[in-house]
């Protein structure tokens, strides 16, 4: 036998979460019907108003549900600062560390001619007209350290060239806290080449 | 800095599904408003869909968006077995091993007097009724093995002792392709008291 229509149709919807297969959303289908139907139409609810009224922040491009984010709309910040992420996830992730006090910019992805992304799709334009303007003395690109982040901070440092402001890229290197032994070959390889004098 | 109060009420919102604690929540919300727009809002339908229509069936208790369910409404089945599950999850496992031919009661839950769960919560007055009609010959109780879910199998049992049906129970042993070495004692047990004879 198959599930009844709507509940089958529940449990494929619920596939659409990221790490949620067969099995897990047939628990969370039974458990929301069973046990929690109150949280299921508050979920539903709160999955509408997100999609209907969370834009992107017309300054930063990052997810945000008012024209002008939080972060760029606050004028106590360091104008002269601009770090470039690739998600609105790792700005929340840099934001927590406290040890940045300038402002972001979200290219919403990495630059990737396979699946058709190419500069525009990532803001790029809007990012130079902002480094245009001359109020950033140093740009910090903080993509992710991967072959395609690697590559989309390079291309912006070419589109930067000409322009007189900094462009660094954050540090490779070993984590803190984390043992030699278990770090991969590349990234120990960066941590060597990136060492700084202690004296 | 928090997240902005929709995204908030997004992320409070995805933990009541069961297994999603804060940072599962917070990668699914973000995946939803980044990439999957289109399967946010299909599961905020089915979601609400699935709560209005999917109610109880009136002869099995199981969840079901018509008055009376697949199974109950087959007549191609043994009207003389009935197996008593705890929830409409055990009676998709036990369907789905197509090792039963009868018809299905769930109980939703097992007697629990500390959270107030009487035989009333479970329609056990619905179960008696319907074994009272004399279709049935053997009841076979299929609650989980656990204290409660032996509990109620035992209460249950009670209740039908006057009547003139055989009452099963599952039985408890060694699960199929499992190793000796690991099967914890009380299961054990059980498996060498139930032995049956092979010649």
Chains 1, 2 share one sequence.
Do not use: W
């Not at 360091?78 to 929340?92: A, N, Y």
């Not at 300038?102 to 790029?124: A, C, K, M, T």
């Not at 589109?159 to 806290?177: F, M, W």
């Amino acid at each position: 036998m198959s599930f009844s229509p709507l509940l089958q149709q529940l449990i494929t919807a619920l596939r659409c979460l990221p790490g949620v297969g067969p099995k897990s959303a047939q628990r969370m289908a039974f458990h929301l019907l069973e046990r929690d139907q109150q949280g299921a139409l508050t979920l539903a609810g709160a999955l509408e108003q997100a999609i209907d009224k969370i834009g992107r922040c017309g300054s930063c491009r990052t997810l945000s549900e008012v024209e002008t984010c939080e972060i760029c709309a606050s004028t106590s910040r360091d104008k002269g600062m601009l770090c470039v992420l690739e998600s609105p996830v790792d700005l929340f992730a840099v934001e927590q560390t406290g040890g940045f006090g300038g402002y972001y910019f979200v290219l919403g992805g990495h630059l990737s001619p396979i699946d058709g992304i190419g500069p525009e799709d990532l803001g790029i334009d809007q990012l130079l007209e902002r480094l245009r303007a001359g109020e950033v003395r140093e740009l910090i690109l903080a993509t992710n350290p991967t072959v395609e982040g690697e590559a989309t901070a390079h291309y912006i440092a070419e589109q930067v060239r000409d322009l007189d402001i900094k462009v660094s890229r954050i540090a490779h290197g070993v984590p803190v806290g984390g043992e030699l032994e278990y770090v991969d070959g590349g990234t120990l390889a960066h941590a060597l080449a990136g060492r700084r004098s202690l004296i």
